[in-house]
């Protein structure tokens, strides 16, 4: 391999050159290129060549760049003419060099295939489309970069082509039509669910497939009981394809859902058919095959296949002799019977003798769909048997400490060996991580010990007898003991979750290394454990050596290459800024007599490894060892610690004392080196065995990538020279191929060619001959290698805040604008990944010459336009990504850039927040504000009386660009508004800035007082929101301490991408601030109070304690609370209550606040309401998706409630009540403000005259600043 392996412009992937000529030109032409290298005069025509190979490689995995080009067949001749231009003169240049002349007629036919896709791709979009729109509606057809992009990879990150075409079927009857017409077309189906899987699978291995995703096949049954055979009726559920995980889960409560795989937050019921899933609970009720009772499919020639299990046993199919199972095949046009057969296949089929997990088997008997990866069908809808859940669970969490792992590991397995003997006490998981995870999660130990926990488990232990789950816990506690560590025991429901918490967050081992990882999944026999995990061990400290030598031999190269600058100009000299010193040269030589010694020393010890220490006794002087012991035991227990630190570079440091530059070149020296070393991390489902083996890679550096790779085959056979298999949960995809057993892959094949003989279904994927050299992984390292030009694009901050994403698709489920039934798949991952494309197609646009296209910049448009900015995402992200702030800067970025789409609805939202002047805000208040609000509910009513506002939602009706806009924009009217705003009301409208209104009761004088912020959505549009705030603090006899005017808080602007005009309005708002309080020194501050969230999240940044000391920033509500404000139980009313993205209760939530305040029980209504600020007036398409499912989770709180009085939805966000209050019409439930509720309580519906009349009878003063 030549030094530069990465000639190749644009190349910002895991591929060196070899791969991309190999990809394009083929193996001979890589070795006529290498035979060329030698005999290079100039190389320019090398240069030319690998700039056409660098713009095909760019354009063939950028989505965004090859549709921009289809679009502009402008750009797409320019570039058409660069390669026409470079091909001549490299056959110009070629001669009468036969080598050269070969690799140009290669370069030729490329460059033909090339332009001839871009002309036949139009026709063949368009047939495709027709074709599927006689069975799904047209929009559910994607081509769009966005979506392409999002669908090329899974959570490995792994890639080899991208699809040519994404469907969203809106139901199961859709599948049997698009499979036939698939099949007509020539195409490959690949079905996808939530992304989530860690092997590849769903990666397309070819340029002509269709991916169907069926995350809108969402549905979930009711807990049903069913008759399973010999063991009578039990518990079941039924759910979608396209059923998250958790979700079903969550449905199944109170019985227990057993397929619990850790990405059941993302993941979907489809893709756990489809590989098996496991999970925490496998350790007691087995994979997804072992509760599987029934389950409907589609087969490669477009028919239905129901499979049901016969006689199911409630436990583990290995356990069965023979298992059963029935096969319905229907067609799916007539609903006629093909056939109808028992299958029967022996138990042990099923898994390898003596494990408990095994999905390498993927032929299973000839059992149709189950851990099959997709290749023989497409799961639509499954059954599952639910478990009873036991009485009692209590989890144990237990640190173990020290250098001795195996001592943990026994007790690992005594643990298990001692609870499955106990009558009446079940494991019901048994979770494991070492201390690579300990140290990547940031894990906080239980433990008072200074020390770090070498290894931790996490233990459900469960049963019926509160006494005997008890005492399974202590002995477990007392088994940690002996093994050096320490148990402790959570019996509520929340210390159990918060020790679970920290399982969850294991894909941040990846952080590192810009969240690519290799991921394996072996499976060991419990007795073997101790073997493998000293295996790890070995690996670790064999790679770690040899990264210590590598720094070595950079240290020494650089060594070398300064003693040849010192001895050169003075200019050089000068560079390394050393001072004269005429024994440097006797000094480096010192140092290099250091590293050869150390060297060498090190090179013996790893040698010696697996010898006897007493055979490198040399090197070991005052270490204590065994005579029978090997070297790998006297490092693995620390007697012998092998340091850089210690041995190199602080003698190296001492030498080079007062040589800064050298000193800091040898440092630099050893970061690069230690940035490639290869690290093998564990967790396991330990209760099974299935051990996941983790190795960070850096994408960028192939050498690592290579020496990972390695590594990976040691592992896999060693988990099979244990006994066990390559993988337990995963499946193998594209990562594990290579190391499936020839003999069950040959298994595998014979049936995907009886069932699937065209191979329709994922073609590629578990077949022995399939090639998989040219799968790549993007590489965030390499774009950020580029970083001049990324900060000169201001795309520098943005690639960092993005690149370490994991694609867990932990965001998914919080995330206001992932909404599959409505065409909404735009979770952070998603986001993220369409992100890391465009980024990419604009580095290679700015480096081109050719110019940024528009297309690029509409892409970030779009995707900024789909967040709400509620910054939900940023919890549950293991490596915390808050999208809501990468949106934020995406849209600065956008803005500086003059790319913004000039879009008027925000604009005068926006301006009317902003304001100032009194005169003006009445102004636009009552022309554009109140008489747009009525003009929009007028059109409402004339769009229902039409009928194109109809019962179902636009969202759902699959309509398209401007019809979509419009329908979305009137379909909920907005809500009236008061006549005037706070403060016309109470007459306290000044244009005087240095007048401060300050509410208080004349018979009530004291100092208390508060600072209330209204901001613009309690006091400008819903001026009810502010009064009765003012009313409430007015009764508590407090002085109420107002802004001189109207006042923003800075956040819209922020969030709206005006990053400059959020800071001057923040720091104008705290120089106000200050002068308040100066100006009224003598009132006693106690807390400064918003009733709003998003004014609460801005205030947050301006430093109050400063200004206001003593005086914490509070909610109106959580204030009240704590003053002891109450009325009684309001009878006539339920309640429920929505928690805005930005909740200003911060302390006690709205449950506590309306329960506290109204003397009430109330309901939780999900999701957000899609006013999100200026959203549903600049991007009514977008709201209108959100609020379908606002409206959804409105109905299902209503069945909550008795249904026996007036139901009312309470919130804490004007503009949530705003959001609200336009679905008032269709859910037939009343909105409105937490503390307003309150006010009328106390004060009767004509709270507000009353309150107006005790400020204008001498409750206002005024203050001059």
């Known amino acids: 391999m030549p030094e530069n392996i990465r000639e190749i412009p644009y190349n910002y992937t895991s591929y060196s050159d070899r791969e991309i000529v190999i990809r394009f030109l083929g193996e001979a032409a890589w070795d006529d290129l290498n035979v060329l290298r030698t005999q290079r005069r100039t190389g320019r025509s090398a240069r030319m060549l690998f700039e056409i190979l660098g713009d095909l490689w760019m354009v063939e995995r950028n989505i965004f760049l090859r549709n921009d080009l289809l679009d502009n067949k402008k750009r797409l001749q320019v570039m058409h003419r660069r390669h026409h231009d470079r091909l001549t003169r490299i056959e110009t240049g070629a001669a009468d060099n036969p080598r050269a002349l070969k690799v140009a007629a290669c370069t030729s036919r490329m460059l033909e295939n090339f332009y001839q896709w871009f002309e036949a791709e139009p026709a063949k979009r368009k047939k495709t489309r027709k074709a599927f729109a006689k069975y799904t509606h047209a929009n559910n057809v994607h081509f769009d970069a966005y979506t392409l992009t999002h669908h090329a990879t899974d959570a490995t990150d792994w890639r080899h082509h991208a699809p040519f075409c994404v469907v969203t079927p809106d139901s199961a009857d859709e599948l049997p039509g698009l499979i036939r017409a698939i099949s007509a077309l020539k195409l490959v189906v690949i079905p996808r669910g939530g992304g989530t899987g860690l092997c590849g699978g769903s990666v397309p291995l070819s340029d002509n497939a269709v991916m169907i995703n069926v995350e809108k096949l969402d549905a979930i049954g009711a807990v049903e009981p069913c008759d399973i055979g010999n063991l009578g009726e039990v518990a079941t559920i039924t759910a979608g394809a396209g059923a998250v995980t958790g979700k079903v889960m969550e449905a199944s409560m109170p019985h227990v859902f057993a397929t619990d795989p850790t990405s059941l937050w993302a993941c979907t019921i489809g893709g756990n058919v489809a590989s098996n899933a496991g999970g925490k609970h496998a350790v007691i009720w ?536 409505a065409n909404m798949l735009y979770s952070p991952r998603n986001k993220i990944q369409a992100t890391g494309a465009m980024i990419e197609a604009l580095l290679y646009e700015s480096q081109t010459g050719s110019g940024i296209s528009f297309e690029q910049f509409d892409g970030l448009e779009d995707i900024a336009d789909h967040c709400t900015i509620c910054h939900k995402c940023e919890s549950p992200c293991p490596v915390n990504i808050d999208f809501g702030e990468v949106t934020e800067s995406m849209r600065a970025l956008l803005k500086n850039k003059g790319k913004t789409s000039f879009n008027p609805g925000a604009r005068l939202s926006m301006l009317f927040l902003v304001l100032q002047n009194p005169n003006a805000v009445r102004f636009m208040r009552e022309t554009v504000i109140r008489w747009g609000y009525a003009g929009h509910r007028l059109l409402n009513k004339i769009g229902r009386l039409t009928g194109i506002v109809q019962k179902q939602p636009a969202a759902s009706r699959n309509l398209d660009g401007v019809q979509a806009q419009m329908i979305n924009f009137i379909e909920r009217p907005l809500p009236s508004l008061p006549i005037g705003t706070a403060r016309q009301t109470l007459g306290i409208e000044s244009r005087d800035k240095n007048m401060i209104p300050v509410l208080r009761d004349p018979n009530k004088s004291n100092s208390r007082a508060v600072f209330y912020f209204p901001g613009c959505g309690s006091e400008r549009l819903f001026s009810q929101v502010g009064l009765a705030t003012q009313a409430m603090l007015f009764d508590l006899g407090v002085n109420v301490v107002l802004p001189p005017s109207y006042v923003c808080c800075g956040y819209p602007s922020t969030a709206g991408g005006d990053k400059k005009k959020g800071d001057e309005i923040t720091y104008d708002n705290r120089v106000l601030f200050h002068r308040i309080k100066n100006a009224l020194s003598y009132l006693d501050f106690e807390a400064v109070i918003v009733s709003c969230g998003t004014c609460y999240d801005q205030l947050t940044r301006y430093e109050l304690e400063q200004v206001f000391p003593g005086a914490p920033l509070i909610d109106i509500h959580e204030y009240l609370m704590e003053q002891g404000v109450k009325t009684e139980n309001v009878a006539g009313v339920e309640y429920m209550y929505h928690v805005p993205c930005h909740s200003p209760l911060k302390r006690h939530g709205s449950h506590a606040a309306i329960e506290s305040l109204l003397g009430s029980d109330s309901v939780k209504t999900e999701e957000c309401c899609g006013e999100a600020g200026t959203l549903a007036v600049a991007h009514p398409a977008i709201a209108g998706k959100i609020r379908m499912r606002k409206e959804e989770q409105i109905e299902k709180a209503k069945a909550q409630l008795p249904g026996k009085a007036e139901q009312k939805v309470l919130t804490s966000c004007p503009s949530c009540l705003q959001g609200l209050s336009r679905l008032e019409g269709d859910t037939e439930v009343d909105a409105d403000y937490i503390v307003v509720e309150l006010a009328k309580n106390l004060h009767g519906e004509d709270w507000q005259k009353q309150f107006v009349q005790k400020i204008k009878n001498g409750g206002i003063e005024r203050i001059l600043m």
């Open 286 to 821: 087995g994979t997804c095959v072992d509760n599987l009772l029934s389950w409907k499919m589609v087969t490669p020639d477009g028919n239905w296949l129901t499979v049901t299990r016969i006689n199911h046993n409630m436990g583990k199919v290995h356990n069965e002799q023979e298992v059963r199972f029935s096969l319905l095949k229907t067609d799916a046009v007539s609903g006629a019977e093909i056939s109808n057969e028992v299958l029967t296949i022996e138990g042990s089929v099923f898994r390898k003798e003596g494990l408990g997990k095994d999905v390498t088997r993927k032929a299973m008997g000839g059992l149709p769909g189950v851990q099959k990866e997709g290749t023989d069908g497409f799961i639509v809808e499954a059954t599952f048997v639910l478990h009873r859940a036991f009485d009692v669970t209590r989890t144990v969490c237990c640190e173990f400490f020290g250098q001795v792992l195996d001592d943990a590991t026994k007790a690992m397995v005594g643990i298990k060996h001692h609870v499955d003997a106990i009558e009446g006490a079940h494991l019901e998981g048994l979770e494991h991580f070492d201390e690579k995870y300990v140290k990547a999660i940031e894990y906080i130990s239980k433990s008072t010990r200074r020390e770090v926990p070498r290894v931790v488990l996490l233990i459900d232990v469960s049963g019926d007898d509160e006494a005997t789950v008890a005492k399974a816990c202590a002995d477990i506690c007392h088994i940690t003991s002996r093994g050096n560590g320490e148990g402790f025991v959570a019996s509520n429901a929340a210390d159990r979750k918060r020790f679970w918490g920290d399982r969850g967050r294991m894909a941040a081992i990846a952080k590192h290394t810009r969240a690519f990882k290799l991921n394996e999944d072996v499976v060991i026999p419990l007795d073997r454990l101790s073997e493998y995990n000293d295996y790890v061990e070995h690996l670790n400290i064999e790679n770690s050596i040899l990264n210590k030598k590598e720094a070595i031999e950079a240290i020494d190269t650089y060594l070398d290459k300064a003693r040849g600058r010192i001895s050169g100009n003075r200019l050089d000299v000068q560079g390394l800024s050393l001072d004269d010193d005429a024994y440097l040269s006797d000094k480096l030589n010192n140092c290099k007599q250091l590293l050869e010694e150390t060297r060498d020393r090190w090179c013996a010890l790893l040698k010696g490894l697996d010898e006897p220490a007493k055979n490198v006794s040399a090197y070991l002087l005052d270490v204590k060892y065994k005579r029978s012991e090997n070297l790998f035991r006297v490092i693995q227990r620390a007697s012998l610690r092998i340091s850089y630190r210690d041995e190199v570079e602080t003698p190296i440091c001492d030498m080079l004392r007062g040589h800064d530059s050298l000193i800091e070149g040898v440092k630099k020296a050893h970061k690069t080196a230690l940035s490639s070393r290869i690290v093998v991390a564990t967790h396991m489902h330990a209760g099974d065995g299935n051990v996941h083996t983790n190795i960070p890679v850096n994408s960028n550096d192939y050498n690592m990538m290579k020496k990972a790779h390695r590594v990976v085959e040691k592992v896999m056979a060693k988990a099979v020279e244990l006994g066990g298999v390559i993988s337990g949960e995963h499946g193998i995809g594209i990562t594990k191929l290579e190391y499936m057993e020839p003999a069950i892959l040959q298994e595998s094949a014979a049936y995907l060619k009886r069932v699937d003989p065209e191979h329709l279904f994922n073609r590629g994927k578990l077949m022995p001959d399939t090639d998989l050299q040219l799968s790549y992984t993007p590489s965030f390292k390499l774009l950020e290698m580029e970083s001049m030009i990324l900060e000169a694009a201001d795309l520098s901050e943005l690639s960092e805040a993005i690149s370490p994403c994991l694609r867990c698709g932990k965001c998914k489920p919080v995330c206001n604008t992932h909404f599959p039934r």
